[in-house]
C-alpha cells in the first residue's frame, strides 16, 4: 500500500499536495481547488459536519479515487493508517441509496462490500489504510475530514486582529487617535502591550507585507497629525544595525538610510509622500498614539477541534 501512496503522490505532483497556499496544518491540492484537514477528535457525524461547516467547509467528499486517496493521505498525517475518519457521505433518508453529505448524487464510491452500501447505518467513515469506505452510525465517534476552498480567515486570529495568508500571521493595530497623554507610547511601552496580546511588535520582511501593513493602519483625515498618528513597529537602529524586536532577519528596509532608535509609519494621502514611503525615524522617548503588532496565526486544527469541542457540549 505504501506503493500505491507514493506512486500517486509522484503521479500528483508533491508541490500540488503540500504546497503553501492552504492554511497551516491543511493540505493543499491546487489541482482541484480544495484544501483537506482531518481532525483528530473524535465527534458524532452531526458535530463534524457542524465543523467543517464554521470553518467555511464541509466534510469532504470524494468525487474521484484521487480525491478519495487524498483524504486518505491527509488521514494518514493526521491520526494513522488505522483510523476510520467521517467523511460526508450517507444514507439517502428512507433509501438504501448513499449521496454526498451536501444532498447531491455520488460520483465515484468505494465501500468495502454490498453489505456496507446498503446497511442500515446511515453515515458513512473511510479507511485510511485501504481508502475504503465503511458504513458506521451517525452518533458513533471518530475523527472527520474537512474540505474547503475559502477559508473563513476571520477565525485564524484573535478579536480585533487581520489575517495575512502569505505570513501566515495576524496583525493588529492599536488605533486610538487622541490628544490625551496618557494614550502615548514610546516603543518600549508599546512593545509590552503588544506582548500583553500574545504578540510583539510587528517586523516586516517584503513589499507585499508592507503594503498590507500600510492598507491595514490607513487613515483618510484633513485634521491628521502626521507625526503623533504614525504607528510604531519593531524596527530600531544602533551602530548602524538595524533589528527587528522579534528577533527576524531584518531583510527589507524602508529606513531610507536613517539609524535611530525607533521606526514608524503612516498611510494618509494628507501626508507627504516621504511620511507614506518610508518608516520615518525617531528617537526612544518618542511617543505615538499608534503601534502595530503581529503574532503568529492560529494552528488551524487547534481552531477546529475547539470549535468541535463547543458543539459537542450542544450535542
Known sequence: MKYLLLAVLCSLGLHGVFSGSCAPGAVDYIEVGQCLLVFKVAAPFAVASKTCGALSGKLAQPISRVENLLTSIAARRTVNATTRVHIGIKRADGRVDRIYADGTPLQYYNFYSESDWASADACTTLDPS??????????????????????????????????????????????????????????????????????????????????????????????????????????????????????????????????????????????????????????????????????????????????????????
Open 130 to 315: 485501504t481508502q475504503q469506505w465503511y458504513s458506521t452510525p451517525c452518533d458513533a465517534l471518530h475523527p472527520f475530514a474537512c474540505q474547503y476552498s475559502n477559508l473563513d480567515n476571520t477565525l485564524m486570529c484573535p478579536d480585533g486582529w487581520k489575517y495575512y495568508e502569505l505570513t501566515s500571521s495576524c496583525y493588529y493595530i492599536q488605533n486610538v487617535i487622541s490628544s490625551t497623554k496618557a494614550l502615548h507610547l514610546n516603543q518600549t511601552a508599546a512593545a509590552a502591550q503588544c506582548a500583553k496580546l500574545g504578540g510583539q511588535l510587528a517586523s516586516i520582511h517584503t513589499d507585499a507585507e508592507n503594503t498590507f501593513v500600510k492598507n491595514f493602519i490607513q487613515t483618510s483625515d484633513p485634521d491628521v497629525n502626521c507625526q503623533d498618528w504614525q504607528a510604531l513597529i519593531g524596527a530600531s537602529c544602533k551602530n548602524n544595525q538595524t533589528t527587528w524586536s522579534d528577533g527576524t532577519p531584518f531583510d527589507f528596509d524602508l529606513t531610507n538610510g536613517q539609524c535611530t532608535d525607533a521606526y514608524t509609519m503612516i498611510n494618509d494621502y494628507h501626508c507627504s509622500v516621504d511620511q507614506r514611503q518610508n518608516w520615518q525615524s525617531w528617537y526612544a522617548q518618542n511617543e505615538f498614539s499608534r503601534f502595530i503588532c503581529k503574532r503568529a496565526a492560529l494552528h488551524l486544527p487547534e481552531v477546529g477541534e475547539r470549535i468541535a469541542m463547543e458543539f459537542m457540549k450542544q450535542h
